[in-house]
């Protein structure tokens, strides 16, 4: 692989740009892997990328069923934050985000990662109190967050409306390290370093069945044919239910339809995410200019890539009282993924009750943020074996053993 | 925009003056259940790709539950029924089963 750098620009500059190579291979599956990864997005490609970067397995192949980083990693708000209230939330968070950091000199392939800022609003009197002891709790778990008052949220976003009829903004819970990154840049730059390790990216290959002898995985079926494999994950968001069931397991998970949409692009006006939990929106500006907008998810069960035209009218009015300048902001575009949800809204990272298989699935509302972090955990699971490290408290047992990781009520809205 | 007619009081609502409720006709287990058998009531859920059945509720209309059968792939909806039953009816079955000759049938 060429390394991206000023010198490569230069020097392609020089040639008309005739030496710029293929970012990733695109090679025909071989019979056998030691490691497969179904599903080639963010997650996917990041446990395929520190299972070879963090334990030397590199004979993987990550299949897709569509394109690479074409579901939910392409279909989100970009946020990137780690105020979390759980102790294992805050630490798999924060550690995304932390690599998030440095991904871009990892990788060798700009993702953009802007640490702009994250302040989610607090509109009631509940919500003071909520983010407050979460930010209790972030600083007891290393996460750099603090609790700020109206006079410094306005500071921040000069163009919000502090005193709003219904709910006025009465402070924030503000992370100056979060932000937001260029979300397609974040799978091709994975997929870029996965590749150079010898992995194959496999796409436009469905899985079709899994095959299992004496309760453990032997390989996968697919489109492109049977493939072995040693280990298997499954790393495929929406679909996890669907795929578990060829495996022969049931999760506690529910797909549903998440929607946003973005504005034209207008100058700079806002450099900072604005989370309004509450009355349910949340806002940020594009490197282009547009104004990223996040709405809810709909209540009933959805595979269609599509929500209900009600709920954005929702988040749109809910935006307007907030922030009443892009009260005239003509929409471009808007588009739904199909997340899925858990009963205590945390993710399940760890060992299913077929051997050799793994899941990593439940990111429900807010996977685009975890992605380093989850992949790093999700490699770990892996490659020992054993469901330990960041992924410990995540397993698929916790909920017959009542082992909750609550976040519904500290963030139980689309996050 | 989904289209549910409720069954209680025959208004054909849509979704914004419904309540979905998950799941139908979930065995719900009590008090001296096993382990396995309270993580199935209270968290395991059929997820399927393509035929659904599910509670729902005519909150902003009569109050009255009832059921749905509808698609997750097409938002087509198959018919609803009343909640006093303890799985779809035979001709409900057999209307989705001539439109989805693929589908594996009713599951509990």
């Known amino acids: ?415 | 925009m989904l289209i549910l007619t409720c069954p209680n009081c025959g208004i054909a609502a849509d979704e914004t003056e419904l309540h979905a409720d998950g799941q139908a006709h979930i065995t719900r287990h009590g008090a001296g259940a096993s382990d396995d058998d309270l993580e199935e009531y209270l968290f395991m859920r059929n997820n399927p790709k393509g035929v659904h059945f599910e509670r729902w509720r005519h909150v902003y209309g009569c109050g009255k539950w009832f059921h749905a059968a509808r698609c997750t792939m097409t938002l087509e909806v198959f018919g609803t029924y009343p909640a006093q039953t303890l799985e779809p009816p035979k001709d409900l079955v057999a209307k989705i089963k001539k439109k989805r000759p693929d589908w594996e049938g009713f599951v509990k």
């Open chain 1, 1 to 415: 692989m060429k390394r991206y750098s000023a010198f490569a620009i230069a020097r392609e500059a020089a040639r008309y740009h005739t030496g710029w190579e293929r970012a990733w291979r695109s090679p025909e599956p071989k019979s056998h892997y030691d490691v497969i990864i179904i599903g080639a997005g963010g997650h996917g490609l990041a446990t395929a990328y520190y299972l070879g970067k963090n334990y030397g397995i590199t004979n993987v192949a990550v299949i897709e069923k569509g394109w690479l980083g074409g579901g939910n990693t392409g279909r989100n708000t970009t946020i990137i934050r780690s105020n979390y209230l759980q102790d294992p939330s805050a630490a798999i968070y924060e550690k995304a985000r932390s690599l998030y950091e440095t991904m871009s000199q990892d990788l060798n392939y700009n993702v953009m990662f802007s640490p702009r800022g994250v302040i989610m609003l607090a509109q009631t009197e509940h919500e003071i109190r909520g983010y407050q002891r979460t930010a209790h709790a972030n600083a007891l778990q290393g996460v750099k967050t603090e609790w700020i008052g109206p006079e410094r949220v306005k500071q921040l976003v000069p163009i919000i409306e502090l005193s709003g009829p219904r709910y006025p903004v009465l402070g924030g819970l503000w992370q100056s390290r979060g932000g937001t990154a260029r979300h397609d840049a974040v799978a091709w730059g994975y997929a870029r370093a996965c590749s150079d390790m010898g992995m194959d990216i496999i796409q436009q290959c469905e899985v079709t069945g899994i095959d299992k002898s004496g309760g453990n995985v032997t390989g996968i079926q697919t489109t492109k044919g049977a493939i072995k494999c040693n280990k298997l994950g499954m790393v495929v968001a929406g679909n996890s239910g669907h795929l578990a069931d060829m495996a022969g397991f049931r999760l506690p998970l529910e797909s549903v339809a998440l929607q946003a949409l973005v504005s034209e692009p207008i100058k700079p006006c806002m450099d900072v995410v604005v989370m309004a939990n509450t009355v349910h929106g949340y806002m940020s500006q594009s490197d282009k200019g547009e104004m990223v907008i996040g709405g809810g998810t709909d209540g009933f069960n959805n595979y269609t890539q599509r929500g209900s035209f009600h709920h954005l009218e929702e988040t749109v009015r809910a935006l307007i009282e907030t922030f009443p300048m892009i009260s005239r902001l003509k929409m471009l575009r808007h588009w739904g993924g199909i997340v899925d949800v858990t009963g205590d809204r945390s993710p399940i990272i760890g060992t299913t009750p077929v051997g050799n298989c793994y899941i990593n699935c439940g990111w429900g509302t807010g996977g685009f943020k975890a992605i380093p972090g989850s992949g790093w955990a999700m490699a770990e699971v892996i490659a020992t074996g054993e469901p330990q490290g960041l992924a410990a408290e995540f397993g698929l047992n916790r909920f017959q053993e009542g082992r909750f990781i609550d976040e519904s009520v500290a963030a139980g809205v689309a996050h």
